[in-house]
Nanobody
Framework: VQLQASGGGLVQAGGSLRLSCAAS????????MAWFRQAPGKEREFVAA?????YYADSVKGRFTISRDNAKNTVYLQMNSLKPEDTAVYYC??????????????????WGQGTQVTVSS
């Protein structure tokens, strides 16, 4: 199983980025796909997930949008109105968490390598 994340970069505050995560070796449409992030010195935190519904962290709700294309085995994270506090390494993940654990990293079995997002003020 491979999850390949891409699309990170350096952007000014207020700007936008679109992350992509291509999956291979999995039955993509059977999995919940999610994005997590980890800032320096902080724990990994939930950002968004897509199963039949979408789920968002309060800190990104209204600014970030998760979507998936099952035909392309790809999940996306459109990030708008970026803030310096969004700076982190962003990881995509695949798993079959129950609803109560969908925001927990422990619910995901497969992880991508991470892509750096840096938002300058």
């Amino acid at each position: 199983v491979q999850l390949q994340a891409s699309g990170g970069g350096l952007v000014q505050a207020g700007g936008s980025l679109r992350l992509s995560c291509a999956a291979s070796g999995v039955t993509f449409n059977s999995y919940t796909m999610a994005w997590f992030r980890q800032a320096p010195g902080k724990e990994r935190e939930f950002v968004a997930a897509y199963r039949w519904n979408t789920y968002y962290a309060d800190s990104v709700k209204g600014r970030f949008t998760i979507s998936r294309d099952n035909a392309k085995n790809t999940v996306y994270l459109q990030m708008n109105s970026l803030k310096p506090e969004d700076t982190a390494v962003y990881y995509c993940a695949a798993g079959t968490p129950i609803t109560s654990t969908i925001r927990s990293s422990g619910g995901y079995r497969y992880w991508g390598q991470g892509t750096q997002v840096t938002v300058s003020s």
